[in-house]
């Protein structure tokens, strides 16, 4: 009996390590797009448990971050805690986490767009790939924005995207691209910061 008993904790706690780790490999993005879909479920425990992760890893991120977006992303994070109680009481109105985390999304994307642009040449060169994950977040967050905001957003995130490539090459090439793209790429950043 003593066995089975040490058997079945050792399992659960296999569980929670699991869970734990799991979160941890999760970005800030994943954990809050998991709270949103578990509270459009009706699972209001765990989309409690989700949110609650999300905003802790948001945290995080804002603290440790260089960006100059990074006050607004704390008050962002503070914003998420403060809707915790109502979903783990099944009172989060249907659409308030999704706009909340659509600004998180903008806000993250630009965040990290300010902090490569913050290191100057050698923070765009050879970025493509991080460049255009961060911007899939703006756009993917755009939709609570007004329709003048979004569609100059718009028009800005396809002129850098279109410039994303150039990048990743060497020499003179990935300079003069990397020097065309910080243009627009902070214009998008002071975009999403005046307008969260």
Known sequence: MRNYMLTIAAALCMLFLTQISFAQDMSVEGLLDKAVLLSDKGDNAAAAEALTQGSAALESEAKGSDGTLKDKLLGKAGDLKSLIPLASGGKLQSGVLGKAVSAVKMLIGA???????????????????????????????SSILGSDSQSKLGGLIGEAT?????????????????????KSLGSIVSLVGSAI
């Open 162 to 182: 279109k410039s994303v490539g150039g990048r990743d090459k060497k020499g003179v090439a990935g300079k003069l691209a990397a020097t065309a793209s910080s």
């Open 111 to 141: 965040n990290r767009i300010s902090s490569l642009l913050g290191k100057g040449e050698s923070g765009l060169l050879g970025n493509a790939s991080s460049l255009t994950s961060n911007l899939g977040l703006i756009k993917a967050g």
